[in-house]
């Protein structure tokens, strides 16, 4: 015999989960797009079939009930379960995309960003790829403004719960090998290094708030010039070791003797530009060749 259909709907429980989130059947009624009655009217049908009150006005603000709480706690990952089955329909109906947008961290190894593109399109020909590169200082607004399919940037670290870890990149105090650093007697102290110019990476925006910083600094957009800066002497600078161990090997750049940090690590976080996408199949197809590509058993990157 057929089971019988469940006395409550989804789109009930629903309604209570952004009562809840909104504190008051205003704000819940506004963000569903619904008048207040209609909300009224759903939640209370959800009480009456269930037989207990679910939801208690304290004050202005609508509150669960102990017995409330209890029945929320258990639909939520029913109704998480739910939007990502809507989120899983809609990336299967959309197909595979003409065009894909991809932010990418500017230290992140080019060896590993060009294999995962062209192993990509080898799967997709059809799909255009656009890749902006970014500094790290960059990637919270670029984040918020949603503009890209798929991220792969640096987070502080209240931030890091919105992405997937995806790698750490090992940053070294270098500088030519003439460099006035390098006559010092070492482990070098942070005191020491203070006495000359410092080569880093910043946006325009930095770059204009580091015009007042007392210490010598001089700040590049792009980590290519900032190497360049520190090959000529320029100043020292901590550099991402992936980009500059043929330098190092040539002799052109020189680890600094530091007496503390020896490597400083900043990890990399693969995010998808909104939950749907998660469920998109042309771009997470894209970031599982990039996931394939990053490690090795063991984690090593390639």
Request: net charge neutral.
């Amino acid at each position: 015999m057929p089971s019988e259909l469940p006395a409550t709907t989804f789109e009930q429980w629903f309604v209570l989960q952004t009562v809840v989130d909104e504190g008051s059947f205003t704000r819940a009624a506004e963000r569903l797009n619904r008048s207040q009655s209609a909300v009224s009217y759903a939640l209370n049908a959800l009480q009456e079939r269930l037989g207990m009150e679910l939801l208690q006005i304290v004050g202005r603000k609508a509150e669960l009930t102990e017995a409330g709480r209890l029945m929320l706690a258990q639909a939520q990952p029913l109704l998480a379960s739910f939007r990502q089955l809507e989120f899983r329909a809609h990336g299967l109906k959309a197909g595979v995309r003409a065009n894909l947008a991809l932010i990418v961290d500017t230290v992140f190894p080019k060896s590993v960003l060009f294999a995962a593109l062209r192993a990509f399109q080898q799967a997709y020909p059809q799909v255009q790829v656009h890749v902006t590169e970014v500094l790290r200082t960059e990637s919270e607004q670029l984040l918020a403004q949603q503009e890209a399919d798929l991220y792969i940037v640096a987070l502080k670290q209240e931030a890091a719960r919105m992405g997937n870890f995806l790698m750490n990149m090992d940053f070294v105090a270098v500088a030519h090998p003439d460099h006035p650093l390098h006559g010092l007697e070492g482990p070098l102290t942070a005191a020491q290094l203070e006495q000359y110019p410092l080569v880093a990476m910043a946006d325009r925006a930095q770059q204009r708030t580091e015009m007042r910083h007392k210490r010598a600094l001089w700040s590049f957009t792009t980590i290519e010039a900032a190497i360049e800066a520190v090959c000529h002497g320029v100043g020292y600078g901590w550099l991402p070791l992936a980009r500059i161990e043929s330098l190092l090997a040539r002799g052109e750049l020189k680890r600094l003797p530091m007496a503390a940090q020896q490597v400083r690590q900043t990890p990399l976080y693969l995010i998808f530009g909104s939950e749907t996408l998660c469920y998109d199949q042309t771009v997470t197809a894209l970031a599982d060749v990039i996931r394939q590509l990053v490690s090795r058993p063991g984690g090593r990157i390639l």
